[in-house]
């Protein structure tokens, strides 16, 4: 008897152990994903720095408390008055990754303000915390705009991509005056996010990890969890909304969450897009994305065309403008 209960506390102990093992390296992968974003490891060679545009796009660097941090952001083409377009980056980029749609958009006469998340170059904090904090950093960003004599007569536009769709998504929940919202392949929540990215990321094993999985999100982001992308738009009611979406992204499995549940969204004034492309591609012309194929292998080690490598597909653009001039009739 003695002998088959020491087998059994072996037992209930190694279980522990893989228990608590499996949950602090849930926590350990969280903290890398949303560790701090510094420019030591912004992949200068390739992607936009604003020193490749000051001497055509002046800017004015303005604070936004987000929080208990001060968020960098950067207004271009201020005095431009057809509307503020409020841009926001993706999953650990800058502001600076953003510079060829902000500069188009200036170009087409808007303002734009785009900002650095929360643990972001040259935004505070010393992480990024996790996927719902770019909700509440739009959130403030909306109630700087919204305090400022420049900025609050413009009427705003939201233009997201990854994460910043979400955001661009989700901060509809909380009742700003915008007047259209551009969503570029977007999640959802981040309990689904994360969630996907832990299968994704650990394959056949994600089935014995979705109890600790749920710890960790509960844990972690308490009713954050399902801050919702898709009731934002639908809270958006009448608040013109368009859904861009690869047609296979990589990052979702499959086209993006929000295009997925299209048929959820009861926004009468939502529109959707299914490009057959990446992530971000279809951002680009074909010839930009030949191009980086060639750059981004890794026998190339000569230097970058930039201009190539960011070549914006200016169709695609003009449909994102005349999406936003719509919105003002």
Request: charged share 20%; glycine share 10%; proline share 4%.
């Amino acid at each position: 008897m003695l002998r088959i209960l020491k087998t059994l506390v072996w037992i209930v102990s190694v279980i522990a152990f893989l228990l608590i093992v499996c949950f602090i390296a849930l926590a350990i992968a969280h903290s890398v994903v949303f560790s701090r974003a510094d420019y030591d490891r912004y992949d200068s060679r390739r992607l936009p720095v604003y020193e490749d545009y000051k001497g055509r796009y002046p800017r004015e660097q303005v604070s936004i408390r987000s929080g208990g941090n001060a968020l960098a952001g950067y207004i271009y083409g201020l005095g431009n008055g057809r509307g503020l377009v409020v841009v926001s980056p993706g999953h650990r980029d800058s502001s600076d990754a953003k510079l060829p749609e902000i500069t188009y958009f200036a170009d087409a006469g808007w303002t734009v303000l785009c900002y650095d998340f929360t643990g972001c170059y040259n935004s505070e904090g010393g992480s990024m915390r996790g996927y719902s904090q770019c909700v509440h950093d739009l959130d403030a960003v909306l109630g700087f705009v919204e305090a400022d004599d420049r900025l609050n007569e413009l009427p705003i536009m939201l233009f997201g991509h990854s994460l910043g769709g979400y955001a661009s998504a989700a901060v509809l929940n909380y009742g700003h005056g915008v007047k259209a919202a551009v969503i570029a392949s977007a999640f959802d929540t981040p309990k689904e996010q994360w969630s996907y990215s832990v299968e994704r990321f650990t394959g056949v094993f994600h089935t014995p990890l979705l109890p600790f999985t749920e710890m960790y999100i509960e844990l972690q982001y308490g009713e954050d969890k399902t801050l919702s992308a898709l009731d934002g738009i639908n809270a958006a009611n009448g608040v013109p909304v368009l859904v861009v979406s690869a047609a296979d992204d990589v990052y979702y499995g499959g086209e993006s969450p929000i295009y997925a549940k299209r048929n959820a969204i009861s926004n009468p004034d939502c529109e959707f897009i299914s490009i057959d492309a990446g992530h971000y591609d279809y951002f680009l012309t074909e010839e930009a994305r030949e191009y980086r194929r060639s750059a981004d292998a890794p026998s190339y080690h000569g230097p970058v065309d930039k201009d190539k490598y960011l070549e914006l597909d200016e169709g695609f653009m003009d449909q994102l403008n005349k999406f936003f001039l719509g919105a003002l009739e």
